[in-house]
């Protein structure tokens, strides 16, 4: 219960960050994912997001509209649209970015880098514990 409490807490404080730098996390998500890869269509875009493809749909219809990203037909595969970002879309990202880099700073003061670095194993032993057993 003391994991589930702390990433609530966690997880709103840095929503309430980016919000205040002018964004919400599944935007920073987005931009950061579609940032990651020059360009990501729709549905590799939702794995990397973890969220599903009307969600995602969703969103970037709202990011579309507000200037942030584009998104073209693949010439190869009309079924597929690609996602870029706009010179606006940019520019939100760097503004998320340095709202985040904050956040992380201000989430790991008093911690040692050792203590980070075995702190980041337990999270990871955690999340492969979570995942159902391979038959």
Do not use: C, Y
Request: no cysteine; glycine share 6%.
């Amino acid at each position: 219960m003391n994991l589930a409490r702390t990433s609530k807490v966690v997880a709103q404080a840095f929503d309430a960050a980016l919000t205040e730098a002018g964004g919400t996390l599944p935007v920073w998500l987005t931009l950061l994912s579609v940032k990651s890869k020059e360009l990501a269509n729709q549905r590799e875009l939702a794995g990397m997001i973890g969220i599903q493809g009307a969600t995602l749909t969703h969103h970037l219809n709202a990011m579309e509209a507000q200037g942030l990203l584009t998104r073209r037909r693949d010439p190869e595969n009309r079924r597929v649209h690609q996602v870029a970002l706009t010179e606006a879309g940019e520019a939100l990202f760097e503004k998320l970015r340095l709202a985040a880099v904050a956040f992380d700073k201000r989430l790991r003061v008093g911690i040692a880098d050792n203590r980070l670095a075995e702190f980041a194993e337990v999270l990871a032993l955690l999340r492969r514990n979570a995942e159902p057993p391979q038959s």
